[in-house]
């Protein structure tokens, strides 16, 4: 349940193992590679490999000759038995594939959109059932002019307006709308006809001048010719499926493995070749270091030198954590990656969250019900919210049987505020009758639960800031040695005061513990330049740092923000010190109000309900029952959501913004599906 540790490997071998290589790492499914060095001002005759892109066009080719035979290529086949390693070999062999299926389909083509015009042809000759007329001779006519085609019903009434033109009409088939008919006209006048007929809605269908006979002995024909096509269409399918069923998963072998070569070519961009060997480099996981070494010594001629990762080094980052954790990744991968020496804080993110939303929105039945809603998500989805909504929704039923509300009703369960123990604690003398008796109850602990939050986040910025030698977060920051010093001592004083009547807060207490951290705060800048002078150097103060005067006043005079900016003054850093430490003490203050919330939302939730109650005792019967259901249904949904983002906010802002440093690079396995044809 941490970032996950890596290790830095440097690959090397001979240049005629490269494809190979690079393949065996996109298998490998956990190599990060890096970009290759700049060799622009180097003297070393090395050179960076580029992205060509033959086996892509390779790849697209393949995939069209296994369409062209009927066979669907596996991207994803086995290709260890494939023993094409250029792209002259690959290109061979398409080529004897080619060669093999071209004549066959480029006739199966031609014989396909013949049949496509056959097909209408034979409808229209069906049309004219009845004609016995050669057909060769109407469409021969020399000094006349033969029209086929429909013309809509109502328009041959409309022909005896005509009887005056030079044409000969002669009707077939009716059908509901239309009739199939044809006319003959004077090749002089068949400008004119035309465009008569056309006023009328005449649709004329061309004819083939090689129809021979009557219409029935042309269709016939016709018939006898297209079933011969048809045969040969059969043969030539029989022939492409014998190639296919002889080469298709050779075929679809070498497309897997072009694919391959193809996304591996997307990498060798990051590859130096240097003396007629490669170089490059690219991170691993430490528990997967043995598996990749021997995945890429089954290459031959390749070396592996691996180098742990330093304390300071950008390595990239990818978070592991257990099964009930993993979802809550997404929140922080929202807020950023940490850095790669930092702390994943997706566990306390997910436990947290579960803590609060169960706090803020406690209820039995509403939280199964919110429960189920996650599980459904889960199976038939893969939005990554849905496993959270699942966790949630248990941690909602949990706090529900701890604060006895079910569906709102808090007469099923008794309540944890019932029992002796703990409402005297709060000071009680009797058992509150429901949350809103026991509100300052619920208020105190939202209180308690805030500040244990604040001191817990507190501790691990001091952990995770002095492991990043940043000494001002984890010393003098608000949230560091100081900050903790002064905010806990604050806090254990007025509560041994308010709550066992213990009086601590002395001088010696209050000058040690309060004022002494508030003063060390004050002060960080000079003290970091200080620490700085005895060898604590933290970045920022490598950043501002020189050589360093020891007097104070000098000190301050000679401090500056960062590189270039203008010295500061005693004045001017007195004045931002107090605006500083003003600031950090409302800080402090806002915070720990912040989670009030947390009782806020338990006593919304109880309001709510009581609200859709009282509307549902207005009702009797079925409509009582309708109004608690829709009452639920508002309530799971409006304020399940709004403790959600309430709770994001809580995490992001009072949380996150203590201990979080960010600036991490995301591990970015390479893969082999990176490229498609």
């Known amino acids: 349940m941490a970032i996950e540790k890596v290790a830095l490997v440097y690959i090397e071998g001979s240049l005629r193992k490269i494809n190979k290589t690079l393949i065996k790492c996109c298998e490998s499914e956990c190599f990060h590679i890096n970009p290759p060095p700049d060799i622009s001002g180097s003297e070393v005759s ?31 086949a086995s290709y260890d038995d494939i023993d094409y390693s250029v792209s002259v070999d690959f290109k061979n062999y398409l080529d004897e594939i080619d060669n093999m299926q071209r004549e066959l389909s480029e006739e199966r083509m031609k014989l396909g959109s013949s049949l496509r015009s056959e097909n209408a042809i034979y409808h229209n000759l069906t049309q004219m059932t009845g004609l016995r007329v050669d057909l060769a001779d109407l469409l021969s006519l020399k000094y006349a002019k033969f029209r086929f085609g429909r013309l809509p019903n109502e328009s041959i009434r409309k022909l005896t307006f005509y009887e005056e033109k030079t044409f000969f009409f002669y009707p077939f088939k009716q059908e509901k709308n239309y009739t199939w008919c044809f006319y003959i006209t004077s090749k002089t006048e068949a400008n004119d006809i035309d465009f008569l007929f056309n006023t009328l809605g005449f649709e004329r269908t061309m004819l083939p001048d090689y129809l021979k ?19 040969r269409i059969t043969e030539i399918d029989a022939q492409l499926k014998a190639i296919a069923d002889r080469e298709g998963e050779k075929l679809s072998k070498v497309y897997a493995k072009l694919g391959a070569i193809s996304s591996s070519y997307e990498l060798r961009s990051n590859v130096t ?7 490059f480099s690219g991170y691993v996981p430490t528990s997967e270091k043995k598996r990749f070494t021997e995945l890429i010594n089954t290459v031959g001629d390749v070396s592996l030198t691996f180098r742990d990762t330093a304390p300071d080094e950008t390595a990239p980052v990818r978070l592991k954590n257990n099964f009930l954790f993993r979802p809550f990744e997404m929140f922080v991968k929202m807020y950023g990656l940490p850095a790669s020496n930092g702390m994943d804080p997706t566990p306390l993110v997910a436990i947290t969250y579960m803590l609060l939303y169960g706090m803020m929105f406690g209820d039995l039945g509403q939280g199964l019900c919110i429960m189920v809603l996650g599980l459904i998500l889960t199976k038939c989805t893969k939005a990554g919210l849905a496993p959270i909504i699942t966790r949630i929704g248990f941690s909602s039923a949990v706090f529900g049987v701890i604060y006895g509300s079910v569906f709102g009703s808090e007469e099923i369960i008794k309540p ?118 005895h060898g604590m150097k933290s970045e920022k103060t490598v950043k501002n740092g020189g050589n360093i005067d020891t007097g104070l006043k000098a000190r301050l005079e000679a401090m500056n923000e960062g590189s270039g900016s203008e010295k500061k003054g005693v004045g001017m850093f007195i004045i931002e010190g107090i605006i500083d430490l003003f600031e950090t003490c409302l800080t ?49 949904g409006f304020e399940g959501f709004i403790v959600g983002i309430q709770v994001l906010r809580l995490e992001f802002y009072e949380l996150f913004s203590r201990f979080f440093k960010s600036g991490g690079v995301p591990f970015k396995s390479v893969s082999l599906n990176s490229k498609t044809a």
């Open 588 to 636: 402090y203050i806002t915070n720990t109000m912040s989670y009030l919330r947390i009782g806020g939302f338990v006593l919304s939730h109880a309001g709510l309900m009581l609200v859709f109650t009282i509307i549902a005792s207005m009702f009797d019967g079925p409509g009582k029952i309708i109004m608690l259901v829709v009452g639920n249904l508002f309530v799971t």
């Open 46 to 76: 090395a050179r960076l490999l580029k992205d060509k892109g033959v086996y892509e066009r390779l790849m697209k080719r393949a995939r069209a000759l296994a369409d062209a035979i009927g066979v669907k290529p596996d991207k994803n």
């Open 416 to 533: 944890f505020f019932h029992v002796p123990q703990i409402y005297e604690l709060f000071g009680y003398t009797e058992p509150p009758q429901d949350v809103f008796q026991a509100s300052n109850m619920f208020l105190i602990l939202a209180l308690i639960v805030g500040i244990c939050l604040i001191l817990l986040t507190m501790i691990i910025n001091i952990f995770v800031s002095l492991r990043m030698k940043d000494y001002e977060a984890g010393i003098f920051g608000a949230s560091g040695v100081c900050g903790f010093v002064f905010y806990a001592s604050l806090i254990a004083g007025f509560g041994c005061s308010f709550v066992f009547g213990v009086d601590i807060m002395n001088t010696a207490y209050v000058l040690g513990l309060i004022v002494l951290p508030l003063v060390l705060i004050f002060f960080k800048e000079p003290l970091l330049h200080l620490m700085a002078g």
């Open 273 to 279: 070749v240097f003396d007629g060997r490669f170089h």
């Open 213 to 231: 006979g009557s219409s029935e002995e042309a269709t016939k024909k016709l018939l006898e010719q297209m079933e011969a096509e048809n045969k």
